[in-house]
């Protein structure tokens, strides 16, 4: 049982059922046209009448096949009909031309190649099997004068018109199967040769479809070029990385396209398409940002190991190049720092020396008022260079964080409460607090945190000489709107993050100094050691943070804090928090 067809293999059979109806239109066209020269040429005085209703009803019959062709239910048996009625047709124009004598029984053949093309095998044989028994039964009606030939009556004896006929008859059926065997076997083999060509161009198509969204799909720019190095083809990321459309990249050559690479010596060290070759460089996008590329450069071979081209490979690296001066800059700081820690340390011990010496002799000495004030001033400048040894010890050589859940908003109003003390602090300054959520919990270690708070006050203090106020905020985001992304989320701290504001209404910072206020040793104040921003910074780095600052000249400064927020305690723990801000 064969296999029910698809849509594609029955549009197929029905252009095929049409181009035999039309060649069977051309085929009685020019059969009447030699049938006519030969009648006129030969004189013969039989009429034309029968052939020409033959080809009456022949037009007929093609005329209805078109019009039932939109109707039948089974192309297969249409066809079947079709050629069966050729045959039939094929006898009686061999029965009007001379019946064993005639010269038009290869007819036969046309049928039988068209059914082995539409049919296959199984059509072939079946419409040989029919040319036969009728071409016989046509002769041997013949023979038996049933049926006298229209164009002659053979005076021949019996006996031998019957073994001559036999003979025409046997070469004629031997013909109309042998046509059958060769015109199936190969229509066979066409058949298959095709399903085959169609399948493997459905795997081909698959192939290349799959090879295409590789190529889409990468995160690396693709190129590749001919002998010349001009560049044949690119994926999408290409273009991204370059900033160029993918008809502008194409046709270009690559020293135009990246003009920064040294190029001549690339192609005089190791040619393209020899080995393989790995190239950094900077790069100018179309939008002019300046970008660093990691580009690889490999033969592009066909299947006979034969170079045809180049292989050019590249990625945006430059947040790497970035990171990568980045760690360089702190291995070189991380070596100052060391140096550096060591250096203070051994100046640090003279000083507690130096300070506690001075202090014993202006206790016991009896001094006047400038040595007094010389003895003063000696101890307090010890005391500010001892306090910026320490700063800088803590900065060049931190302790390992204590890392525990605490409760935000309770370690700003302790450092709030000590700065309400400090002899910078005045009756002028106004503190505000607002506190989205008062059970607001970090992972942080207090000692830290609390140096980090008590530097951001002190530093708006000092800001605001005349005084002003100073706002302190808290409140939860979520990462999705802040943009923050903690490196560990796993830790537990994913449920949100944590933000701490501390404005000031002082002088500002000035713009040119913003982006260095983080920076050791850079500072806007007379009296200022540039260490105390840093420590902040560093700390809040420590504890997987964020900070930021903004600042207009004469309209005050913001600080911002984001940390990962901690798991909240249990409901008994906020209750009472809740309880002790409502005392406060």
Not at 165 to 188: C, D, M, P
Not at 206 to 232: D, R
Not at 241 to 267: A, N, Q, S, T, V
Not at 461 to 466: F, G, V
């Amino acid at each position: 049982m064969s296999p029910p067809q698809t849509p594609l293999q029955d549009r197929d059979f029905l252009f095929k059922v049409k181009v035999l109806m039309a060649l069977r239109v051309l085929v009685l066209t020019l059969f009447l046209g030699a049938v006519i020269v030969f009648q006129i040429k030969t004189r013969q005085s039989a009429s034309l009448l029968p052939i020409s209703m033959l080809i009456a009803v022949t037009y007929f019959l093609t005329l209805l096949y078109a019009l039932m062709l939109g109707r039948v239910k089974s192309l297969k048996l249409f066809c079947y009909l079709q050629i069966a009625g050729d045959i039939l047709i094929e006898t009686g124009i061999v029965h009007i031309t001379g019946g064993v004598e005639s010269v038009f029984s290869f007819l036969y053949i046309f049928s039988i190649i068209s059914a082995a093309i539409i049919l296959y095998r199984p059509g072939s044989y079946t419409i040989a099997s029919l040319a036969s028994i009728l071409y016989g039964l046509l002769t041997n009606l013949e023979l038996r004068q049933l049926l006298p030939s229209v164009y002659f009556h053979s005076q021949v004896d019996t006996f031998v018109e019957g073994e001559y006929a036999l003979y025409k008859v046997s070469l004629n059926i031997v013909a109309f199967f042998l046509v059958a065997f060769l015109s199936g076997y190969l229509a066979e083999k066409v058949r298959s040769t095709r399903e085959e060509l169609e399948k493997k161009s459905e795997n081909l198509l698959e192939l290349q479809e799959f090879h295409e969204n590789i190529v889409k799909s990468m995160n690396s720019g693709l190129m590749t070029l001919n002998g010349s190095g001009q560049i044949v083809t690119c994926n999408h990321e290409a273009e991204q990385i370059c900033g160029y459309p993918i008809e502008k990249i194409r046709g270009m050559l690559c020293p135009d396209l990246f003009p920064d690479f040294p190029w001549h010596r690339i192609l005089l060290r190791e040619p393209i398409g020899v080995t393989i070759n790995r190239h950094e460089g900077w790069f100018n996008r179309r939008d002019g940002q300046r970008i660093y590329l990691e580009m690889r450069l490999s033969p592009l071979k066909d299947e006979k190991g034969i170079v045809k081209g180049t292989i050019l490979l590249f990625q945006d690296a430059t947040e790497l190049k970035a990171l990568e001066l980045q760690v360089k800059r702190s291995e070189k700081l991380a070596a100052v720092g060391r140096l550096a820690a060591g250096i203070a340390h051994e100046i640090r011990n003279p000083l507690g020396s130096l300070s506690g010496s001075v202090q014993v002799l202006q206790s016991e000495l009896e001094l006047d008022e400038t040595n007094r004030r010389l003895m003063e001033i000696v101890v307090k400048e010890t005391n500010r260079l001892d306090s910026i040894v320490t700063q800088f010890l803590s900065y060049a050589r931190p302790q390992p964080l204590q890392i525990a859940n605490y409760e935000i908003n309770r370690l700003i109003r302790d450092s709030l409460t000590l700065l309400q003390n400090h002899e910078h602090y005045k009756d002028t300054v106004l503190i505000e607090t607002r506190f989205e959520e008062p059970g607001l919990m970090a992972a942080v270690d207090p000692q830290s945190f609390q140096q980090v708070l008590w530097n951001l006050f002190l530093n708006a203090l000092q800001a605001m000489p005349s005084g002003g106020t100073l706002r302190v905020e808290t409140a939860t985001l979520s990462p999705k709107a802040s943009g923050f992304r903690s490196p560990n989320p796993e830790d537990g701290r994913s449920a949100g993050l944590c933000q701490i504001t501390v404005e000031d209404s002082g002088e500002g910072i000035p713009p040119e100094a913003l982006d260095k206020v983080f920076d050791p040793f850079f500072t806007t104040k007379d009296q200022g050691t540039g260490l105390g921003l840093a420590l902040v910074h560093k700390i809040i780095e420590e504890h997987q943070g964020e900070i930021t600052v903004e600042s207009m000249g004469g309209k005050g400064t913001t600080f911002r804090i984001v940390l990962p927020a901690a798991k909240q305690l249990a409901l008994s723990a906020q209750q009472s928090a809740l309880q002790e801000g409502s005392a406060a």
